[in-house]
């Protein structure tokens, strides 16, 4: 913030600090949002609502918006098919919904999820409000941005390759990628050895290399594939935890909890060497 001689000072706050909710006051972002995050007229209509949903142990939120399903913007023949990818996506991945229909009904998209990220924070993020007079500042403790998750086009790219008969070809990406450390399966090797061309001429020197390197090297390539495995399992056998969503509109006391009720005057009691130690670049 750049500041200039000729500024005129507007007023002086004092500053009221409080963790009375700390660490359950978060930062939300939604990228991709162009209006408010609320529940389409269409489906108010219906009766629903937004809800919720998180996996604490992996911190990881989900909000379910209702599809508007107003004819000018909405397919019903759509619906259904990516309604049947959902829910067999959903199947494999342990996310299930309980629904309240029977179990013969059909399935459709009902709602958009918007599933979290979370956002490293760099330094302390404070939440401010102006009341009275004052300035009340609460610590912010995580970041997260939330996005649209389609991971069920994937199921109907597969639905989709299957029927055209492509579903086997080399392009497909079905399953995780092999790990390099397991030996290359034997067709593979036979489809090498086919592939025969014309003989060419080829200058090869020869160069000493570190062989406990390359096998620790690719070691490490296969310790982290098998941990980024296991934090995808973890998650996906973490049950939800239903959350209740609170719109701009909604009653609550929890807002009250960020202003601080006390008059006692904090002291600093770093000093200035210390402080800039801290500063990252001097």
Not at 207 to 212: A, N, P
Request: include cysteine; hydrophobic fraction near 35%.
């Amino acid at each position: 913030m750049d500041f200039d001689e000729n500024d005129e000072l507007v007023a002086v706050l004092p500053i009221h600090y409080s963790a009375a909710l700390a660490p359950n006051v978060q930062m939300h972002q939604f990228p991709l949002l162009l209006r408010p995050l609320e529940t389409p007229p269409s489906a108010i209509l219906s009766g629903k609502r937004i809800s919720a949903r998180i996996k604490p142990n992996v911190g990881r939120l989900e909000i379910l918006v209702p599809a508007d399903t107003r004819p000018e913007v909405w397919s019903v023949e759509k619906s259904r098919d990516f309604g049947s990818a959902r829910a067999e996506d959903d199947h494999e991945k342990n996310q299930a919904i309980q629904s309240k229909g029977g179990e013969d009904e059909e399935p459709r998209l009902s709602e958009v999820r918007l599933r979290s990220e979370n956002i490293p924070q760099k330094g302390t993020h404070m939440l401010g409000v102006v009341r009275n007079g004052k300035l009340h500042l609460h610590p912010i403790s995580e970041t997260h941005q939330l996005r649209p998750t389609l991971t069920y086009l994937d199921i109907l790219s597969k639905k989709t390759r299957r029927s055209r008969g492509t579903g086997s070809g080399s392009d497909s990406d079905d399953g995780p990628p092999p790990d390099p450390d397991e030996p290359a399966p034997l067709n593979t090797i036979k489809k090498e050895k086919k592939a025969v061309g014309e003989a060419k001429e080829v200058h090869v020197s020869a160069r000493k290399t570190d062989d406990k390197a390359g096998v620790s090297a690719q070691g490490g390539l296969s310790a982290v594939r098998r941990e980024m495995l296991q934090i995808i399992r973890a998650e996906e056998d973490e049950a939800w935890d239903t959350l209740e969503f609170c719109d701009l509109n909604s009653s609550g006391d929890a807002f009250e909890g960020i202003f601080s009720q006390s008059n006692e005057i904090l002291r600093c009691q770093t000093n200035i060497t210390a402080f800039l130690k801290e500063i990252r670049g001097l």
